[in-house]
């Protein structure tokens, strides 16, 4: 009994969780036609859901759908025929009125007469339990129709059933879920589980790239197990992370509706599917359901020759500043995509020399087979002739938006040839670090070509062919990051000299805290501690800075603290505001700083009361509740008032996410002989050197050399003309999100924001023996355009939707010390200029034929210049000593 009360229960289950009826889909009655209706419209906006704000358009016919054939081994095996009648385009938003571009224009005229006719012809399509088996169409037909079809198609394809299945329809391979209640069944499609070829990239970097939402979910109303109403909506949402007024959404609805039932054919006799296929007609065959890529024809298009020459004023070199610069460098970049080797070469090949740069940066960005066997062709890394091209293209490369295997197959192809300049052959192997990372970064590190790369780095740090090859080996390690490289860098730290002891260090700090072990703690405390050699002050610091940013245990940071007041003059006070900005700032470590301060032993006024000028700050730029933009200065001198480091960063984050914008290092050794001043300990033989180092949004590029050598000094400061040096100049596509989309109505859409900027940093150093007096100076100009382009193409017409935003700023930092006195003066100032910051959304709907409506709309505003406070002691002393600094500057003397 009790086991027929639980197959009761089942039954009674399985009943309610299906809609009535004895087939597992859709099935037809005999003879019978089945008049429907049919819509599907689409429309764009910028996701604030109003339709008088929306561009789009609607596409309606009438359908006549008839069974053609029965299995006699099962009902749920049809053959139907479905037929497109009556066709009609019109907007989608009917407050258009006369600005309709299908205003007074008849079907034939939009659609055209022979795509008219493709589409009233009729499809089969042969369903087995309610799935596509197969779609028959005829051949040869314009995809763009066929997809329509498709769409159509797709809807006549589902179960009766509750349940999670896999189904091929126009949008691929989808996982689906099926909800059955009584006469409703609903169908939820996961969008992104679609398996379907279609052309995209992204920006890995999540600060960077892109968030992307996608919902599908169709309703059926069924009657006699057919169709009584059907309501399909597809949504498409776009936002890029960092920037949210960068947003789009595609919303796509089907409707079909059963309007009545005729008398209808006679089924067809045959018990093989293909034999009444050909009987009703032989030219029909068998294609995919799966939607296919077709290209629109481009009217009235400029060739890429044209193009250029109608945007390359823009990219003169005095013209890189400004925001159309950029904006012609982006849309440059789309074309060059499209276009073949030699039309890229030709215009390589006819450029002059002060554009060409420009050019280069561009060809690079494109990122295609073609742009990048133009670029290698035209370029020859024997030759000294052409150094600024040759940089300005590894450097496109290092900053590449989605690089492949064949880019970094190429650099280490062209670094085991030779070269004309040895700079060159550093950068080389710098960026291909750099390519590896990006690689890895998209589960890329087993590709044969990351691997070699690996090897050449780690061989060439084992066993260097040459003793200066070390540090370009290390500057690529810096950029890699892969974890292999970690026991090499501690061997260099430890035990290298100066400046490969500190690149070493600064290597480690660069990886995440996953990757700084205990093993790894150890010997950054033996460095800073000195355990087994002495270090110079930079190495030190250094090492104490990765300790503190990765989990330090309470001894670690005990340690820290009680060496403080042991230390050199500069170092002691450089310290004390690593801790100082630590606690200010909140920053993680600042909890274990605390607990330790508690002993009066670590906490006290003779540790806390060290004088010096060294500083370190850390402060907001900008800071919202999803994001935030951070910028720190710390600056080390020798005893005796000579810069020794200036490290200024720039991070933006999001959530958990970062992106290390801009790093720009000053260095300078060995110049106390210049003043008689005595050197700190364990600096006392080292070579006059001035130099600065940056990395750009996680690139870290060649290192640039003030001077390097006594005599060079010399030479340098009778010839000072106090011009300051290029670290990097060009153009950057930072960045790139292209997506192709099927939607299920048939119709192709397209999502793509572009990111770009020209960005000059460069700096200097100036010293002066009579003045006693020594300046350094960064500075960075940089002009911003993101882009987004949403459009939706039926072929015969076309939806879009284009919001872009643009900005021209600057950022400069200025450290002014005099050393004729101790404790010496030191002023430091930073000031963000002011920047117009300008929004653009342009929205439109265009005919095949050429007619279109297009709407546009700006708004324009200025960020004021902004003061940012660099330290807070003796602010007064700065404006007495100097000239008060310009206006929109912050500074502070101590």
């Known amino acids: 009994m009790i086991l027929l009360v639980v197959l009761f229960l089942c039954f009674i289950s399985s009943y309610s969780a299906s809609v009535k009826g004895h087939t597992t889909g859709l099935s037809l009655n005999n003879e019978r036609l089945y008049k429907l209706t049919y819509s599907t419209e689409v429309f764009l906006d910028r996701g604030k859901g109003k339709l008088q704000d929306s561009v789009g358009y609607r596409v309606s016919f009438n359908v006549d759908v008839v069974l053609l054939w029965r299995s006699p081994d099962g009902d749920d095996d049809q053959l139907i025929q479905i037929t497109i009648k009556d066709v009609n385009v019109e907007n989608v938003n009917q407050q258009r009125g006369e600005k309709s571009i299908f205003k007074g224009k008849k079907p034939p005229q939009i659609i055209r007469k022979e795509n008219l006719e493709a589409l009233q012809r009729p499809v089969l399509l042969h369903l087995i339990h ?150 009703v007609d032989s030219k029909y065959v068998a294609i995919p359901i799966m939607g296919q890529v077709f290209q629109s024809e481009c009217k009235g298009c400029l060739s890429l020759s044209e193009h250029w020459q109608s945007i390359r004023t823009h990219l003169q070199p005095d013209n890189l500043s400004k925001a159309e610069a950029v904006r012609s460098f982006l849309t440059f970049v789309q074309h060059l995509r499209t276009a073949k080797k030699e039309e890229i070469l030709q215009i390589l090949k006819a450029e002059k020399k002060e554009v060409l740069p420009q050019l280069v940066d561009a060809v690079t960005s494109a990122q295609t087979p073609d742009s990048l066997d133009a670029i290698l062709d035209f370029l020859d890394f024997k030759s000294d002739s052409s150094i600024i091209l040759q940089e300005r293209f590894l450097y496109a490369c290092g900053f590449a938006s989605h690089p492949d295997e064949e880019l970094l197959r190429a650099l280490i192809s062209k670094f085991k040839g030779s070269f004309g300049s040895n700079d060159i052959r550093e950068t080389v192997m710098i960026i291909i670090g750099a390519l590896v990372r990006k690689l890895c970064q998209n589960e890329g590190c087993k590709l044969k070509a990351v691997v070699e790369a690996k090897k050449l780095i780690l061989g060439g740090l084992e066993k260097p062919e040459k003793k200066e090859d070390t540090m370009m080996y290390l500057l690529a390690l810096k950029n890699a990051l892969f974890p292999e490289g970690i026991p090499l860098l501690l061997k260099y730290a430890e035990a290298g000299e100066g400046p490969v002891s500190h690149l070493a260090t600064t290597t480690l700090q660069r990886y995440g805290a996953p990757f700084i072990t205990d093993e790894v703690k150890k010997a950054l405390n033996r460095i800073y501690h000195q355990n087994r050699k002495v270090h110079e002050k930079t190495v030190r610091t250094t090492a104490a800075a990765v300790i503190l940013n990765n989990n330090p245990s309470y001894m670690e940071v ?60 850390t402060g907001y730029i900008e800071r919202s509740p999803h994001s935030a933009s951070t910028y720190s200065l710390d600056i080390l001198y020798s005893g005796s008032g000579i810069l020794r480091r200036s ?5 933006q984050y999001l959530g958990e996410a970062a992106v290390h914008g801009s790093q720009v290092v000053i260095e300078a050794q060995g110049l106390e002989a210049l003043i008689a001043a005595t050197p700190d300990e364990g600096e006392e033989n080292l070579d006059s050197y001035a130099g600065m180092s940056a990395i750009l949004f996680d690139v870290q590029l060649r290192p640039v050399t003030f001077f390097s050598g006594y005599s060079d000094l010399m030479s340098k400061m009778l010839s000072a003309s106090g011009d300051p040096v290029s670290v990097v100049k060009g153009l950057i596509l930072l960045i790139d999100h292209s997506q192709e989309l099927q939607l299920q109505s048939g119709l192709k859409a ?97 005919l095949s034929t050429g007619r279109g409506y297009v709407s546009r709309k700006r708004k324009e505003s200025l960020i004021a210049g902004s003061e940012f406070p660099l330290h807070q002691e003796n602010s007064e002393m700065c404006k007495a000593v100097f000239a008060p600094p310009p206006e929109s500057s912050s500074s502070g003397w101590f």
């Open 750 to 846: 397209n999502m793509e924001v572009q990111g770009g900027l020209a960005i000059d940093i460069s700096g200097s150093m100036e010293f002066s023996l009579w003045y006693r007096e020594s300046k350094t100076r960064v500075k960075n100009r940089v002009a911003v355009v993101i882009s987004g382009d949403i459009t939706v193409d039926s072929a015969f017409v076309k939806a879009g939707l284009e919001i872009s935003a643009e900005t021209e700023a600057g950022l400069e930092f200025i450290s002014t010390v005099q050393f004729s006195q101790y404790p010496f003066l030191v002023c430091l100032q930073m000031d963000r200029d002011a920047a117009p910051y300008r929004q653009f959304e342009t929205k439109y709907e265009r």
């Open 558 to 617: 005990k340690n820290i603290l009680l060496s403080i007041g042991e230390l050199p003059k500069e170092m002691n006070k450089y310290m004390l505001s690593i801790i100082q900005d630590i606690l200010r700032f909140e920053i993680p470590a600042s909890k274990m700083v605390r607990r330790v301060l508690k002993e009066m032993i670590a906490h006290n006024y003779d540790r806390f009361a060290k004088t010096g000028s060294s500083s370190a700050y």
């Open 647 to 651: 490290n200024l960063n720039i991070f």
């Open 130 to 279: 309610g799935k596509v088996k197969e779609f028959y169409s005829y051949q040869n037909e314009p995809i763009a129709i066929e997809n329509l079809k498709r769409g159509l198609a797709s809807l006549f394809q589902m179960q009766l059933s509750s349940g999670t299945t896999n189904e091929v329809d126009i949008s691929g391979d989808c996982k689906v879920t099926y909800q059955a209640h009584q006469d409703k069944v609903t169908k939820i499609k996961a969008l992104d589980s679609c398996k379907i070829e279609r052309s995209g990239f992204t920006t890995p970097n999540q600060v960077l790239g892109v968030t992307l939402k996608a919902t599908s979910v169709t309703t059926y109303k069924i009657e006699d197990s057919f169709v009584v109403a059907v309501l399909a909506e597809e949504i498409r949402a776009l936002r890029l992370n960092f920037l949210q007024t960068v947003a789009g959404k595609i919303v796509s609805k089907q409707k079909l509706e059963l309007k009545t039932t005729e008398a209808g054919p006679r089924l067809l006799p045959g018990k093989q599917v293909a034999a009444i296929i050909k009987a």
